[in-house]
């Protein structure tokens, strides 16, 4: 039965409020027992050191072409991981941000910089033997070390489910960073 806008208008209302009541939880739950934890200044410091190493290391001359890989990458991984996470499928213990997934933590920076400083760095070696090894010490070691950490949980999903989504995304990231499609705007 397909439902008159009103009542889809009543429903959506209705879930609205469920949301804030469960988002007024969350929040309450960060403030009283989350926040000034070991592990919050731990996903804070993960979250300003890689992009601080990356700012340090990075080459300036291929600055833009690493950042539009990078933000590829946090697209991607970002609308995964708020899928992944909507599907119960794994879940963050520990928000730096109220009211945020952890994803920030993962998605906006270990990820794409992670991703940045290989393209960079290993310019000489087959982009697949490095979405391999890439894709291999984030699913295999980062993934654990974070549940191990209690930053991360998985509830079904396993690590190395994670593996070939990796590899693909580091693929795509490579390739974007390789072509030479960027002109001055001059």
Not at 92 to 106: A, C, D, K
């Amino acid at each position: 039965m397909i439902m008159e806008f009103k009542e889809v208008k009543e429903h959506s209302l209705m879930l609205y409020s469920e949301l804030h009541g469960t988002n007024v939880d969350f929040y309450d739950l960060w403030y009283n027992h989350i926040l000034f934890t070991w592990r919050w200044w731990l996903s804070l410091l993960l979250i300003i050191l890689p992009w601080t190493l990356w700012f340090l290391a990075r080459k300036k001359e291929h600055t833009h072409k690493l950042i539009f890989a990078g933000f590829f990458v946090m697209l991607i991984s970002s609308y995964l991981d708020i899928l992944g996470v909507a599907m119960h499928l794994w879940f963050y213990p520990v928000n730096t941000l109220p009211l945020m997934s952890e994803f920030i933590l993962f998605d906006l920076c270990a990820l794409p910089v992670a991703t940045m400083l290989t393209i960079q760095f290993f310019t000489k070696v087959n982009p697949l033997v490095k979405s391999i090894l890439f894709s291999a010490f984030a699913s295999f070691i980062f993934q654990p070390i974070n549940v191990w950490l209690g930053l991360y949980n998985n509830m079904v999903w396993k690590h190395y489910y994670s593996f070939p989504i990796l590899m693909v995304i580091y693929l795509l990231a490579n390739r974007i960073a390789s072509r030479n499609h960027f002109a001055n705007i001059r």
